[in-house]
């Protein structure tokens, strides 16, 4: 929560919100966002608001996953509702193919689909993640300019994500 908190710390309209982080145990996506919605719901009535969840392609692509025990890893009503209910934003990933997943994904219809937008930057492609930070950061790489500076200093301070932490 520390990282989130210093990477939006110069941000007008995004907040850090503590509420998933004291959860117990894992929260689903669904239930994020719903509590979310409730919460700007009391804060600000009924005005023209609009939740949407924000990630990466590779999540999207994870939408048909499944676990070892044959169990989704995302219930297919959890991804229905959240495009359904709240819209998606998708960063474009190399590799990642979140429209043809999303069109895969019989349970979705064309109208649900509306709700879903892939943002790709041709120019500019964005393809940094958590995941490959953690990875350079393990083999002793920079990412400087690739996260915030409050956030690259929060990590090296401690020493997060070194391999030898991860045993």
């Not at 700007?40 to 609009?50: D, T, V």
Request: aromatic content about 10%.
């Amino acid at each position: 929560m520390k990282m989130a908190e210093l990477s939006i710390q110069d941000s007008e309209w995004i907040k850090a919100d503590f509420w998933e982080a004291k959860q117990t145990q894992w929260t689903r996506t669904i239930v994020v966002l719903k509590h979310h919605r409730d919460e700007l719901q009391k804060e600000f009535g009924n005005s023209n608001f609009r939740l949407m969840l924000l990630c990466g392609g590779d999540v999207v692509d994870s939408f048909p996953r499944l676990l070892p025990s044959g169990e989704n890893l995302w219930k297919p009503e959890d991804v229905e509702a959240i495009i359904r209910d709240f819209g998606i934003i998708i960063v474009d990933r190399t590799l990642a193919e979140p429209e043809k997943t999303l069109q895969q994904l019989n349970f979705l219809t064309p109208n649900v689909l509306k709700n879903a937008f892939v943002i790709k930057d041709d120019v500019f492609p964005n393809d940094v993640s958590s995941t490959l930070l953690r990875k350079a950061i393990r083999r002793g790489e920079s990412i400087l300019y690739c996260t915030p500076m409050p956030v690259a200093k929060y990590i090296k301070e401690w020493k997060l994500y070194l391999a030898h932490n991860l045993a």
